[in-house]
Nanobody, 122 residues
Framework: HVQLVESGGGSVQAGGSMRLSCAAS????????MGWFRQAPGKEREGVAT????????FYAGSVKGRFTISSNYAKNMLYLQMNNLIPEDTAMYYC?????????????????WGQGTQVTV
């Protein structure tokens, strides 16, 4: 049973930085795409950033492009999200996810594994 566990959330002032981490319990050999999604109260879950294991390609939501950076260390089964210049609109529960896709994508339907989430408050 694969588990994804997020860490690194908390509260930060606007303009600050935060780094989220996601640890997978085992190698996700069938999941070639991992990413971060977020959900604010009263809003739908949305994609933030994803990375494709095979190509190394990344995909970012327009609202975070230039501020957030996604990276991975598949040897350690780890995924990261570096968030800079945070704004109040970034406040949400952030989820780590893994799935299968031919390319990096923000489509939720492509992701079958989900973590429990970590709260980020700006």
């Amino acid at each position: 049973h694969v588990q994804l566990v997020e860490s690194g959330g908390g509260s930060v002032q606007a303009g600050g930085s935060m780094r989220l981490s996601c640890a997978a319990s085992e190698y996700l050999y069938r999941a070639n795409c991992m990413g971060w999604f977020r959900q604010a109260p009263g809003k739908e879950r949305e994609g933030v950033a994803t990375i494709h294991r095979d190509s190394g390609g990344t995909f970012y939501a327009g609202s975070v492009k230039g501020r957030f950076t996604i990276s991975s260390n598949y040897a350690k089964n780890m995924l990261y999200l570096q968030m800079n210049n945070l704004i109040p609109e970034d406040t949400a529960m952030y989820y780590c996810a893994a799935g299968g896709s031919p390319a990096a994508t923000l489509r939720l339907s492509k992701f079958g594994y989900w973590g429990q989430g970590t709260q980020v408050t700006v």
